[in-house]
């Protein structure tokens, strides 16, 4: 079965979508160096499908396919899954939509053989997946930032194990935790 890894940013004081009346891509404002774009380009390319909810996908494909570089190359040429209970135009090539019940249709993906899938985020799509029980791993980007108050990505108590840390010249980390097992907990 293939892992379902949750790449999501977050500000330094934990929260993951700006408040009400602040847009996302001023909430988050990495500021990039040469290896926080190669790891950014590693962990897109390792994935065998994105997968996101609708509002990220509008991002996504209004973007990407404009871009350049690892980062573009890898999220142009992956397959992508978009979680969507209307209907969504699809101009990104390579793109299902997925309208059925969340974990069900998770579960169809991770019974699929290929590499892992990699889950954006809209907080409402993540904080879904993390309340499911459906991340097998999660990529945390923390960039060197605080805004005093947004949308956190967990609303209940969620208990992890750190796997990965890496610091990046600029300021910013990439986090990896798994769910920790009810032994440890």
């Not at 996101?52 to 996908?57: A, D, F, P, V």
Request: glycine share 8%; aromatic share 8%; hydrophobic share 40%.
């Amino acid at each position: 079965m293939r892992p379902l890894i949750l790449r999501h940013s977050l500000s330094l004081d934990g929260y993951a979508a700006a408040p009400p009346g602040v847009r996302d891509d001023v909430f988050v404002e990495y500021d990039e160096d040469e290896e926080f774009i190669a790891h950014m380009a590693a962990v897109l390319g390792s994935a065998g499908v994105h997968a996101m909810g609708s509002r990220t996908y509008r991002d996504m494909a209004g973007h990407w396919p404009f871009q350049t570089g690892p980062e573009a190359d890898a999220m142009n040429s992956i397959p992508k899954v978009v979680f969507s209970r209307s209907p969504i135009d699809t101009p990104w090539p390579r793109t299902t939509v997925c309208s059925g019940d969340l974990a069900t249709e998770i579960a169809r993906l991770k019974a699929e053989d290929g590499g892992p899938i990699l889950a954006h985020g809209g907080v409402r799509f993540a904080q879904a997946l993390v309340r499911e029980d459906l991340v097998d791993e999660y990529h945390l980007l923390v960039g060197p930032f605080a805004h005093g108050s947004g949308s956190p990505l967990f609303t209940e108590l969620t208990r992890l194990t750190l796997i990965d840390v890496k610091s990046f010249p600029k300021g910013n980390l990439a986090l990896t935790y798994r769910p920790a097992t009810s032994a440890s907990s």
